[in-house]
């Protein structure tokens, strides 16, 4: 059975470092991409990037590029997203997400339960 | 913001059908094949149909999706209570070379 478990809820302050996780089990962690989702709140889905654990390649949205980093440990199968200085408006729910690719195209077949992040002064 | 256009909201009484049109261009649904998401209230999005029309195990039938040109939709056919929920449509966008999400439609069971 495939699984996603991420960290849980952060509450920063503006200008912390932060890093939250997606532990994966259940299938071949370095042969499928593997991203991640932001949903502020009260607001739609964005994408925001995904990383290829097997080389670690990775592929920003190009409203993220330069403000997360995308990483991922293949010895435990587990991704990250992390920030170098928070601001306010990174205040969202965070999900992870399988994002399976074949000839059909792009998939995210499997979600975390989501990391919820709180940043205020 | 979004490059997928989806209505705000759609509703219906129990055991109608409710379409959910989600509109794109050339370098999104024109090119690549359309996943839908269902998101309950206060969970994490699911994967309810992928590649245009293909229903994940588990997934009723009264749930269907078809695709043409740069448009796609999503019908709930014999709506009940349960399926009050978020959807989202999502393709894979050459020219910005990322997954894009709908605007998202909130469908209310009357």
């Known amino acids: 059975e495939v699984q996603l478990v991420q960290s849980g809820a952060e509450v920063k302050k503006p200008g912390e470092s932060l890093r939250i996780s997606c532990e994966t089990s259940g299938y071949s962690f370095s042969s499928e991409w593997i991203g991640w989702v932001r949903q502020m709140p009260g607001k739609g889905l964005e994408w925001m990037g995904i990383i290829y654990p097997g080389d670690s390649d990775t592929r920003y949205s190009p409203s993220f590029q330069g403000q997360v980093t995308i990483s991922a440990d293949k010895s435990i199968s587990t991704a990250y997203l992390q920030w170098s200085s928070l601001k306010a408006s990174d205040t969202a729910m965070y999900y992870c997400a399988r994002q399976y690719y074949d000839s059909s195209g792009h998939t995210l077949d499997y979600w975390g339960q989501g990391t919820l992040v709180t940043v205020s002064s | 913001q979004s490059v997928l256009t989806q209505p705000p909201s759609a509703s219906g009484t129990p055991g109608q059908r409710v379409t959910i049109s989600c509109s794109g261009s050339s370098s999104n649904i024109g090119s690549n094949t359309v996943n839908w998401y269902q998101q309950l209230p206060g969970t994490a999005p699911k994967l309810l149909i992928s590649?245009?029309?293909q229903r994940p195990s588990g997934v009723p039938d009264r749930f269907s999706g078809s695709k043409s040109g740069t448009s796609a939709s999503l019908a709930i056919s014999g709506l009940q209570s349960e399926d009050e929920a978020d959807y989202y449509c999502?393709?894979?966008?050459?020219?910005?070379?990322?997954?894009?999400f709908g605007t998202g439609t909130k469908v209310t069971v009357l």
């Open positions: 590649s245009n029309n």
């Open positions: 999502a393709a894979w966008d050459d020219s910005l070379n990322g997954y894009v």
